[in-house]
């Protein structure tokens, strides 16, 4: 048996680290009679396209950032928000593992015909331009590519920039050609896909964390046997605490290489400059709400703090 598993990241990246160990696990537990085909960024097509591939059943895994799939999927705007999980890594990682999440999430996935496994965090989301961005004052009229969805354009309209909503594998040559002023990413990203040779600023302004979702084709996943359904799991769980620390290992080997070459200068805020980001960013939520009722507010409180408002 193949498993075909497609991933909006090219070789190398978050998404590909995690595809070859749920790959590695999966073809040793089946002692071989497994085989996971793994399609890297590339010629299947964008974000979107990927997951509608996965919806009809021609791909069975993939990964689907709600980046772009909160316009399919609304509830999963909710990780396009910004300052919602706590800073610190360890309150961050309980919340985004705790189980009442994907319960909470998976009939909207189900409704558009995505089974939702699990919800990874690949790191921070850094912003690049060709200028520090330290107060919301630095986006007003800059134009700043986004991922395509609305929510993920309404977090950077809420701090004065134009959003520019464009597929990965444009962004490079959008920015080469001054088509774009701007883009967010995380660090590894950032590395990988060459943006630090179009812009010259990366801020670090710890606003939020790219979070992903492993999805599978609903029918596919309801056709496994027993075993096979319990390996998937099983290996999903498994990886879902080594996925914090692979994201974090990888972003800071890239990190580390773009200071040592001198790549791209580095901005951090302070806890000042963040509250002002943190003040503006409430506008989106307030959309979100508008867009998602009652359900909205649910994830809203369990990514705040765990738990459903009372
Ligand atoms: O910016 C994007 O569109 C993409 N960025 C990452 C890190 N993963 C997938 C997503 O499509």
Request: proline residues 5%.
């Amino acid at each position: 048996t193949t498993w075909r598993f497609a991933l909006e990241e090219i070789e190398g990246s978050f998404q590909h680290l995690y595809a070859k160990h749920l790959r590695d696990r999966i073809e040793t537990i089946s002692d071989g009679r497994i085989v996971v085909d793994v399609f890297p960024y590339g010629s299947l097509g964008t974000s979107t396209q990927l997951t509608e591939l996965t919806a009809n059943g021609s791909i069975d895994l993939a990964f689907a950032s709600p980046g772009h799939l909160a316009d399919r999927v609304p509830e999963s705007g909710v990780f396009n928000l910004h300052f919602l999980l706590p800073e610190e890594p360890e309150a961050a990682q309980s919340i985004l593992q705790n189980p009442a999440l994907v319960f909470e999430l998976q009939p909207a996935y189900q409704a558009s015909g995505l089974h939702l496994l699990d919800l990874v965090s690949e790191g921070w989301m850094a912003w690049t331009a060709n200028k520090p961005l330290q107060t919301p004052g630095d986006f007003q009229e800059l134009k700043f590519r986004t991922m395509t969805s609305k929510t993920a354009a309404q977090s950077f309209r809420a701090y004065g920039a134009k959003p520019v909503q464009t597929p990965y594998a444009e962004v490079y040559s959008d920015l080469q050609l001054h088509r774009i002023h701007g883009q967010s990413n995380p660090v590894f990203a950032i590395e990988e896909m060459g943006f630090h040779d179009v812009q010259s600023h990366m801020t670090l302004p710890k606003a939020s964390r790219f979070v992903s979702s492993l999805i599978a084709n609903p029918e596919w996943f309801a056709g496994l046997t027993e075993r096979e359904r319990q390996w998937l799991t099983d290996a999903v769980e498994d990886l879902s605490g080594q996925a914090w620390d692979i994201a974090q290992q990888l972003n800071q080997e890239r990190l580390d290489t773009m200071v040592e070459r001198g790549d791209i200068k580095l901005v951090t805020l302070s806890d000042q400059e963040r509250a002002a980001f943190r003040k503006a960013s409430q506008q989106a939520r307030t959309e979100f709400i508008k867009a998602t009722e009652e359900k909205g507010q649910t994830l809203l409180s369990l990514m705040e703090n765990g738990r459903q408002a009372p």
